[in-house]
């Protein structure tokens, strides 16, 4: 039974360039939430699809978008990018109908580093 | 402000002992209150969760303890051993919403 997949594992960009971060759920998870990790703190909710629609958004600037694809894999997208976007960068999959358990898996991540 | 205050942000304990780690919360619609165990260059994985209908969970060498009228919930780890030493994190969730907020985390050792 595969787990949640992240790739790149690794990513290093420079101020003001755009960066695509990709993730496949667990299989037979059909919801996808992102997360963002900084050192040294815990991870922060940046957005969570279903259905190939953003259905929920935390206090992050419309830099960062997504996308959800028919295969339920998603992207996570950051253009602009800033010194300070530099973390780990989560993936984590559920089942929408058992939303009431909130039930969350996490991937490895992708650490991005902005120089 | 949806927060989740944890602590200690470290914490070292023999072997055989048993490390607590706290969390309060502010928000009264949290109802979902997970562990997540995080290792060097891994994401985090879910340990235990607990509802606010119980007071007690444990499954395995790990306890959650919920205090409801007090906001409070903390993990206890039985008879501690070197390969649990992680990062622990609380978080707490609301139904129907698939927004974790997430304490900063604890950093336990457990030497032998």
């Known amino acids: 039974d595969a787990g949640v997949t992240q790739s790149p594992t690794h990513l290093i960009k420079t101020r003001g360039q755009q960066v695509t971060l990709r993730c496949s759920p667990k299989s037979g998870h059909d919801t996808v939430s992102w997360y963002q990790q900084a050192l040294g703190q815990g991870p922060q909710f940046i957005f969570q699809y279903y259905e190939e629609e953003e259905r929920q958004r935390g206090n992050f600037p419309d830099r960062f978008s997504g996308h959800q694809f028919p295969n339920y894999s998603s992207e996570l997208n950051v253009n602009a990018l800033l010194l300070g976007d530099s973390a780990l960068y989560l993936c984590?999959?559920?089942?929408?109908?058992?939303?009431?358990?909130?039930?969350?898996?996490f991937g490895p991540g992708t650490r991005l580093t902005v120089l | 402000q949806q927060q989740v205050k944890q602590s200690p942000q470290s914490l070292i304990v023999q072997k055989g002992g048993i490390p607590i780690i706290n969390c309060a919360y502010e928000?009264?619609?949290?109802?979902?209150f997970p562990w997540y165990q995080q290792f060097p260059g891994k994401g985090p994985a879910l340990l235990i969760a607990?509802?606010?209908?119980?007071s007690e969970k444990k499954e395995g060498r790990f306890t959650i303890s919920f205090n409801k009228s007090a906001k409070q919930f903390s993990l206890h780890i039985m008879d501690s051993q070197p390969g649990d030493s992680a990062t622990y994190f609380c978080a707490a969730g609301r139904a129907g919403s698939y927004q974790l907020t997430f304490g900063k985390g604890t950093k336990l050792s457990v030497i032998p």
């Open positions: 984590a999959s559920s089942l929408y109908r058992l939303a009431g358990r909130n039930e969350q898996f």
């Open positions: 607990i509802r606010p209908d119980v």
């Open positions: 928000n009264t619609a949290f109802d979902y």
